[in-house]
Structure formats: C-alpha cells, structure tokens
C-alpha cells in the first residue's frame, strides 16, 4: 500500500493559502497543482471533474487506505479539520486537552466574524452600490481584528499555547488587513503577529503557489 499523500489544486488565494500552511505544519507530504484562476482552469472540464462547484482548494487524499478510491475534499475548512484529525496533536489540542473547545472558539472566531465578511466584501465591491457595503464589512472585520487583542494577550498563540487553526485562520487574513490596522494600540496581536508570520511552516504555505 502507497503511503498518503495529497494533491493540492489551488491558487493564491487565502482558502488555498490556509491549506497549504496547514500541511506544513502537520509535515504531511502535499504536492502543489496550480489552478490559473483568472485563465478559468477552475472551469476546465477535468477539473470540474474533481469539483463540479469550479472552486478551489481541492484536495485529493491517496492511500489512506480505509477507501478504494482517493478521497476528494472541496472545502477549505472542512480540508484543515481533516488534516487536523490526520495528525493527532499539531493542529488542534488533543481530544482530552482542555484548550481544544477554546481552540474551536477561537478558529470560528476568525472564519466567521473575519474571514466570511471580507469574503463577501471582496464579492460586494464588483456589484452596484457594493463599495459602500464593503466598506461596512471591512470595518467589521477590523473591528474583530482588533477584538483579537484579548486572545494574544491571554495565550501565546490565539487557540491556545500551540501554534494551530486559529493562528493558520488569522494569519491569513490579517496579513491582508496589515497596512491598515492600528498596530500601537494592540501589543500583544503584534507581537503574536510577527511570531506567526515567520513561523517557517506559514512562510512555506504562504509561498506555495509561487511560480
Ligand atoms: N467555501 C469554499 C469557498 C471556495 C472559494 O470561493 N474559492 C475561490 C477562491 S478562494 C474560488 O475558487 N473562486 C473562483 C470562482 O468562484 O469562480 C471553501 O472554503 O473552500
């Protein structure tokens, strides 16, 4: 039987980019497939194939051995629960680890009240009358940022004293945030901030779709 390993079809995009780091923090063997977003290879028919949606990240498990055929996964977050699960101990605290519910806690926190509205301004700012919209959920965004203040200043990392989803999920979104947010009145995300952003496994995952 062949050892696992994942394919990643994806772009550089912060869905692609959370997966990516993920896999290298849980030092699990992925090999990187670009998907040329703006050339509409999400549109091509064998990709379509593997995600009838047309979007990415996708990931196609080999060997895992409990299934004949490779396992397909076609949503990041559910994609960085499964690592999670694969590597017991890296992503998010033990099942028997107080610090997992405050893990979760925090890795919602940022994919809901950051991630999914900058998500929908970024759709927003292309429909009529969507700039003045985006403008409110980038405010909300940043009003979470900021909020995020609290978690660095309770724990090292934002879920808890390991690195793990929480920092993979604010990594990501606050570094495309970094100009605007006002770093002297938050210390502690500074601090957290330049930790987790030359941690080498985000370096790595950060530049995975580079030519
Ligand atoms: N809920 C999906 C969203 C995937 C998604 O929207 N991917 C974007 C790039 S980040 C995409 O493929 N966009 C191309 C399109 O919608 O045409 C996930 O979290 O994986």
Request: hydrophobic share 45%; charged share 20%; aromatic share 10%.
């Amino acid at each position: 039987m062949q050892p696992v390993h994942f394919d990643l079809f994806g772009a550089r995009t912060g869905n692609c980019l959370r997966v990516a780091i993920a896999f290298e923090e849980a030092q699990l063997p992925y090999k990187v497939s670009k998907v040329d977003l703006r050339h509409a290879e999400h549109h091509a028919q064998d990709f379509l194939a593997l995600n009838p949606a047309g979007k990415v990240p996708v990931i196609v498990e080999h060997g895992s051995g409990d299934e004949q055929k490779p396992r397909v996964l076609t949503q990041s977050n559910a994609i960085l629960l499964h690592i999670a699960d694969r590597v017991p101990g890296t992503l998010l605290p033990l099942e028997s680890s107080a610090q997992r519910p405050i893990a979760y806690e925090r890795f919602f926190y940022f994919l809901t009240e950051a991630i999914g509205p900058s998500h929908a301004g970024f759709w927003l700012r292309s429909q009529e009358y969507g700039l003045a919209a985006k403008r409110e959920l980038d405010a909300r965004v940043m009003h979470a940022i900021a909020a995020a203040e609290r978690f660095a200043s309770q724990t090292e990392f934002l879920g808890g004293d390991r690195f793990g989803l929480a920092d993979i999920a604010a990594v990501t979104i606050i570094g495309t945030y970094e100009r605007e947010i006002a770093w002297p009145s938050l210390p502690a995300l500074r601090r957290w901030y330049e930790t987790a952003i030359s941690r080498p496994s985000v370096q790595r995952g950060m530049h995975a779709f580079d030519a």
